[in-house]
C-alpha cells in the first residue's frame, strides 16, 4: 500500500487505509551497521546520505537525487487513457533502478545466512602466534557467514552438501579471514582444478538439474575418476553433509597455516572451530522433508535463536605441529588438504570463544556483500605452500571484483576494517571515499614523504622468511599426495554403526539418481579400497556386483573423536513439540515452563491457532496449528493427550477412517496430522513423551509403548527428566537402523 502524505500546497492524496499512519512520523531509531557512508560531500555539505540509507524512516518520498515525490504509483501520461511520457524521470529512474538490483550470485557458496558476533580470546596461543586479537580477554568483533556450496541463492538449506564457515574478524591489526567448511578435507589437492570439481558438482550444463546436490552423473563422474574426492565425497555421504543446525556444525581451516611468535619464531597449526551445542545431523528422510516444508530451516533456526538470545557459541581451537622441513606429522603430509591430523595424535587446544549475537539488519548489505578471502591476514598467522590454498589467494579478490562490481568492495560497510585505512589505491568504479592529497605514491615529497612504511615492532605485516625447498619447475605431486584411501578408511571405521548405516543409505541413494551404470561400478571400485562392506552393502542397494579392492586395504586406527554419537550435549537451544487439542491445560502449562526452565524451546501445537484456555486467565499460545506443524521443527515431542480429528476438519473424515482401522476402534481415532507427528519423529529416532492417553497416539501409529526413547507417564513433569536426558544425545540412536 502507499504512504503518502500531503504536501503543502497541493490536494491531498486518497484518503489512506485503517492501517497506515496517517502523519509523516519521525524516523525509526537506526540499527547498528545502518549508518551508511560519509555524509560529508566534497563541498562540505551534509549530503543526507544517511537518510537514503534509512529509506522507510524519512518524512517523505524523494526520488534518488533528493527530489520529494507526489506520487509514486502513476506513470506521467496524457490524459488517464493516454499514453505514457518518457519524459518521466521518476518512472525511468524507478524501474531502471529495479532493473539493475541483483548482483551475481557467488560462483559457489550462493546461499548462505549470517550473523554478527564477538570473539575473545583466551590468550592461550601466545607462545605460538602473536596475533593480538587471540590475547587473553580481547575481544574483536566478528561477523559470520554459512553457506551451502553448490546450490543457487534461492536452494534450500538442508540439502546433501558441504557447509561453509567463514569468519571475519574486524581485528585492531586489520582484518582476518577465517574462510573454512564444516568438512576437515577438501576435495582436490591442486586449486587448478577447481573449476572442475565445481562444474562437475553444479547442475548439469544442458537442462540446469539438479538444483543444489551431488546425486548426478557429472559429480559422481568427476569424484570417481578422480580419487583424491574420495574422503571429501565420504564426509558429504555421511551425517556431516546433513547438520541440524549451523549451531551444531563443526567448521575447519582445512589448510595447514604456519603461525608466528613474538620471537619470530614458527609453528604449523591447523584451526577448528567447536560447537558449545555439540555436532549434530539431520536424518536424511528428515532433511528432504525439510528442503519442502522450510527450505529456510537452518537460516530461521540461526535468526530465531540470536533474536531469543540462545547465542551460538564455538570455542576456537589449533592442532600445532613442528615446523620441519618435511611439513609432515606423524607420516601425515601437512600440506595435502585431502587429510586431518586425528584428534587424538594433536589435540585441539582451545584458543578463544566465538559467540553470535546480533542479526544482520540488511540481507543484501551486509550478507550478500560481505567478501572473504584466505589472503586477509594478521600479523602472527602466515600461509604454508599447500597448492590448495595457493590458488585460494587468488581467486577471491578476483572473484569479488565481478561480482561486487569493480576493485572498490572493501569500501562497502560490511567489509570496511575496523583498523584505520591509509591506502594508495584510488579513484575506480564505485569509488566512494573522497580522498585528500596530491601523492598517492612513495615516494613521495610533495605529500611530506606521507604515509611511511612500518615495521613488524610497529605493527606491519612481515611475511615471515621460511625457507624454500629448491627444485626444477614442474607440474607433479608428492608421492605422498597419492594416498586416497587410507584416511577415507580411517573415517569409515572410526563411525559408530548407525553412521555407518547412514553413509551405506546415502551413497546407494545418490548412485541410484545416476544415470550411467559405468559411473555407479566406478565408484563402487573406490568404496571396495575404503572397505568391503561398504561396497558389499551398496552393491546390493544398487543390483551390482561387488568388486574386489585394487589395492591393500590400509591398516589404520580409527579416531574416536570424528563420531557424532557416544557423547551428551547441551540441551539448551533444542525445540520441543508440545501436542494438546486444548484438553488438560494445566499438565501443557507445566510441560512448556518445565522445556523452558531447561533453555529449550516449547512450541504449543493445536488443532487452530489463538489462545488456548483464554476464560482460564493464564492462557497459552499456539505457536503451530496441525495443519503447518511438521516433525522436522521438533528436537522432541511431547503429547499431552491424544487429539481426535476435528469433524469439520479437511481430510478428517478419511483420516478417521484410516487410524479407526489401525486400531480397530473407531471412536478412539486421533488426528491423522498427530499421528504424521508421531510416526515422522520415531522414524527419525527422536525422543517422544506422552501422557493423559497418548498411548493411543502411539498405537495409532504403530508404535509400540515400551520401543526405545518412547517416554509414557502420568504427566509432563513425569515424563520430561527422561525425554531431556535422550535429547542430550541427540537421538535415540538405539532405535537405527530398524527404523529407517
Ligand atoms: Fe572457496 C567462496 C571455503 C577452496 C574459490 N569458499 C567460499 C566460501 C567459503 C569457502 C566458506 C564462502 C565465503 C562467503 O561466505 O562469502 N573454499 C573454501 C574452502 C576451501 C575452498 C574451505 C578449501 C579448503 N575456493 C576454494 C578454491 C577456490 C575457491 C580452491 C578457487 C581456486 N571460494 C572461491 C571463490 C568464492 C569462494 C570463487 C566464491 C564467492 C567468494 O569466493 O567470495 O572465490
Known sequence: MEQ?????????????????????????????????????????????????????????????????????DHSLKVGARGPVLLRDHHLREKITHFDHERIPERVVHARGAAA?????????????????????????PVFVRFSTVLGS??????????????????????????????????????????????????PHPDREIPQAQSAHDTFWDFV??????????????????????????????????????????????????????????????????????DPDFHRRDLADAIEAGAHPQWELGIQTFPDTPEQTFEGID??????????????????????LDRNPGNFFAETEQVAFHPGHLVPGIDVTDDPLLAGRLFSYIDTQ??????????????????????????????????????????????????????????????????EVPAGRKVREVPASFSDHFSQPRQFWLSLSPVEQEHVISAYTFELSRCYENAIRERVLRTLANIDPRLCQEVAEGLGLPAPEPSEPLADVAPSPALSQVGREWPVAGRVVGIVTDGGG??????????????????????????????????????????????????????????????????????????????????????????????????????????WAGAERVWQAAGIASDAPGVVGGGDGLEVLPEVVRLLTRHRVWERFPSAL
Not at 576435495?187 to 570439481?197: R, Y
Not at 614458527?266 to 528432504?288: C, D, I, M, N, Y
Not at 601437512?334 to 570463544?353: F, M, N, R
Request: charged share 20%; with cysteine; hydrophobic share 35%.
Open 334 to 355: 601437512l600440506l595435502d588438504p585431502t587429510k586431518i591430523v586425528p584428534e587424538e595424535l594433536a589435540p585441539v587446544q582451545p584458543i578463544g570463544l566465538l559467540t
Open 585 to 690: 491445560l494445566e499438565s501443557v502449562r507445566a510441560a512448556r515452563q518445565a522445556v523452558l526452565d531447561q533453555g529449550m524451546v516449547p512450541l504449543v501445537v493445536a488443532p487452530t491457532g489463538g489462545v488456548l484456555g483464554a476464560d482460564t486467565g493464564d492462557p497459552v499460545t499456539v505457536q503451530r496449528t496441525f495443519a503447518a506443524a511438521r516433525s522436522i521443527e521438533f528436537d522432541a515431542l511431547l503429547l499431552a493427550g491424544a487429539p481426535a480429528p476435528a469433524a469439520d476438519a479437511h481430510g478428517a473424515r478419511d483420516a478417521k477412517a484410516g487410524s479407526g482401522n489401525r486400531s480397530g476402534d473407531a471412536g478412539s481415532a486421533v488426528d491423522p496430522r498427530v499421528v504424521l507427528l508421531a510416526c515422522e519423529t520415531y522414524r527419525h529416532s527422536k525422543a517422544l513423551g506422552g
Open 153 to 202: 541463492r534461492g536452494s534450500a538449506d538442508t540439502v546433501r552438501d558441504t557447509r561453509g564457515f567463514a569468519v571475519k574478524f574486524y581485528t585492531g591489526e586489520g582484518v582476518f579471514d577465517l574462510v573454512g567448511n564444516n568438512i576437515p578435507v577438501f576435495f582436490i589437492q591442486d586449486a587448478i582444478k577447481f573449476p572442475d570439481v565445481i562444474h562437475a558438482g553444479k
Open 401 to 466: 571484483i565481478t561480482r561486487l562490481g569493480g576493485p572498490n568492495f572493501a569500501q562497502l560497510p560490511i567489509n570496511r576494517p575496523h583498523a584505520p585505512v591509509n591506502d594508495m589505491l584510488r579513484d575506480g568504479m564505485h569509488q566512494t571515499a573522497v580522498h585528500r592529497g596530491t601523492a598517492p605514491y612513495r615516494p613521495n615529497s610533495l605529500d611530506g614523504g606521507c604515509p611511511f612504511t612500518a615495521g613488524a615492532d610497529a605493527g606491519a605485516y612481515v611475511e615471515v622468511p621460511v
Open 224 to 293: 570417481s575418476l578422480h580419487t583424491e574426492a574420495t574422503h571429501h565425497t565420504l564426509w558429504n555421504m555421511s551425517d556431516r553433509g546433513i547438520p541440524r543446525s549451523y549451531r551444531m556444525m563443526e567448521g575447519f581451516g582445512v589448510h595447514t597455516f604456519r603461525l608466528v611468535n613474538a620471537d619470530g619464531e614458527t609453528t604449523l597449526a591447523k584451526f577448528h572451530w567447536k560447537p558449545r551445542l555439540g555436532v549434530h545431523s539431520q536424518v536424511w528422510e528428515e532433511a528432504q522433508i525439510t528442503s519442502g516444508a
Open 4 to 72: 503518502q502524505h500531503p504536501v503543502p500546497g497541493r490536494p491531498g492524496p486518497e484518503p489512506p487505509s485503517l492501517e497506515e499512519p496517517t502523519e509523516p512520523r519521525g524516523p525509526l531509531p537506526p540499527k547498528p551497521d545502518q549508518s551508511g557512508p560519509a555524509t560529508v560531500s566534497p563541498t562540505g555539505q551534509p549530503t543526507g546520505a544517511d537518510r537514503a540509507v534509512m529509506a522507510q524512516g524519512g518524512e517523505y518520498l524523494t526520488t534518488a537525487q533528493g527530489h520529494r515525490l507526489p506520487d509514486t
Open 116 to 140: 554478527h558476533g564477538v570473539f575473545r580470546g583466551y590468550g592461550t596461543a601466545a607462545s605460538v602466534t602473536r596475533a593480538a586479537f587471540l590475547g587473553k580477554d580481547v575481544e574483536t
